[in-house]
């Protein structure tokens, strides 16, 4: 946590904050420790700028340029401090710690959903889930960065955008197709197999929308030799096709990104852009995270 020593009081960082939500998802213990330290320190900075003023107010002194720095050293004692054994930091971890366990835990959908008549297929998975998800995302994200950052150069779409959208599709990869033997199909994006694919196929059970309802049915999805060649296929058709190519020019953020590949028809969920657009933002935070 950061606070403002120009107003020697109190103040939350964003940063600090977007960090503390990243801990959270990987490791929900440690987050609620590091929440509850933050506000013991908040609150005994408040506690000392309380005493001080009421102190200097009875003396009447009327302070000066020396509150500044004042402020500043009673929030670096405060800091130091904070989360010491048996104090409010304790008490406060032990009830957030009670609170989460109440919480219902959430999965991510592994159910691949495809875009009907479209060279690509898109899963409408919802957001990744915060609990239980952490590991196994960052793991995901470390193992596909290298093949992302291929396709990166290949396309210009940011790598973090291709690792968001991979993400989606595969559930953070537990969800990717398997093979009619069970073997890996390393199909991450949904990528179904139309009339110009000569390659491997697989059939799988996916879920298209029409007029806005969600029907159950079975399309052939392209089969790759390994994630190299999934990523490779996908920064190909991103790069060639006509309908991707306005999507390229535009993806300056995940929201553009996320609409224009909606508008381009690579997924039949009218919710499409929105769960990519999340999904893609919570990237983004993982790396940072991640560093």
């Known amino acids: 946590m950061r606070l403002d020593?120009?107003?020697?009081?109190?103040?939350?960082?964003?940063?600090?904050?977007?960090?503390l939500r990243t801990q959270a998802a990987a490791d929900p213990k440690a987050a609620?420790?590091?929440?509850?330290?933050?506000?013991?320190?908040?609150?005994?900075?408040?506690?000392?700028?309380?005493?001080?003023?009421?102190?200097?107010?009875?003396?009447?002194?009327?302070?000066?340029a020396g509150d500044t720095f004042t402020g500043m050293l009673d929030a670096q004692f405060s800091r130091q401090f904070a989360g010491r054994p048996g104090g409010l930091a304790d008490m406060l971890e032990k009830q957030l710690t009670q609170h989460m366990q109440k919480l219902p835990a959430v999965s991510p959908e592994n159910q691949p959903k495809a875009a009907a008549a479209t060279p690509a297929a898109a899963t409408p998975a919802p957001a990744p889930a915060v609990h239980g998800l952490g590991a196994k995302a960052a793991a995901f994200l470390r193992d596909m960065l290298p093949h992302a950052k291929e396709a990166e150069r290949q396309t210009g779409v940011p790598a973090s955008f291709i690792l968001g959208q991979a993400a989606l599709e595969s559930g953070w990869g537990k969800g990717e197709m398997k093979n009619a033997d069970g073997s890996p199909s390393f199909n991450l994006f949904g990528v179904k197999a139309g009339g110009s694919w000569k390659g491997a196929t697989t059939q799988v059970a996916t879920t298209e929308y029409q007029g806005g309802q969600a029907v159950k049915q079975k399309a052939a999805f392209r089969s790759y030799g390994s994630y190299a060649e999934a990523f490779a296929d996908y920064a190909r058709m991103l790069a060639s096709s006509p309908r991707y190519g306005n999507v390229v020019k535009t993806a300056s953020s995940a929201e553009s990104f996320a609409g224009g590949m909606q508008r381009a028809g690579y997924a039949t969920d009218p919710q499409y852009a929105t769960k990519l657009a999340r999904t893609i933002n919570h990237t983004l935070a993982l790396q940072r995270a991640l560093g």
């Open 5 to 19: 020593p120009s107003a020697g009081s109190a103040g939350l960082d964003a940063r600090d904050l977007d960090a």
């Open 32 to 64: 609620a420790r590091q929440a509850a330290t933050q506000f013991e320190s908040l609150f005994m900075q408040m506690v000392v700028k309380s005493m001080r003023d009421a102190t200097m107010k009875a003396s009447g002194d009327s302070g000066g």
